[in-house]
């Protein structure tokens, strides 16, 4: 799969979803100490983020997805072993009640 620099939330939830299943972890990554509403994120913690497997996914979110992509070299640099992505419009344009039904 080819990385992206941002991806919107439906994006997130999709790929997630793909790259989980086959066995690639995918974080929400709270840069702002303010998590999402019904959303599984885990805090900006770079000495946690090094130990997580090779090739996992990180995408940063802030409150409107700027300050995270303006950044987006900067993590990149700081996780060589693993695929950071900003979350486009961030925090403020999360719906907590999307979701992504299955296509059986």
Same mark, same amino acid.
């Given at each position: 799969m080819k990385y992206p620099n %941002?991806?919107?939330q439906k994006e997130f939830l999709q790929n +997630?979803?793909?790259?989980? &299943?086959? /066995?690639? +972890? $995918?974080?929400? #990554?709270?840069?702002?100490?303010?998590?999402?509403?019904? &959303?599984?994120? $885990? #805090? !900006?913690?770079? !000495?946690?983020?090094?130990?997580?497997? %090779? /090739?996992? $996914?990180f995408v940063f979110y802030c409150d409107t997805g700027k300050a995270t992509l303006d950044r987006l070299k900067e993590y990149k640099k700081k996780f060589p072993k693993h695929h950071c992505i900003s979350l486009k419009d961030g925090? /403020? !344009?999360?719906?907590?009640n999307m979701m992504i039904l299955n296509d059986d």
């Open positions: %941002e991806w919107t +997630k979803k793909k790259l989980e &299943a086959d /066995g690639i +972890k $995918v974080l929400l #990554v709270d840069t702002i100490l303010s998590p999402i509403e019904k &959303a599984d994120t $885990v #805090v !900006y913690n770079p !000495y946690e983020l090094q130990n997580e497997p %090779e /090739g996992s $996914v925090r /403020g !344009y999360w719906r907590k």
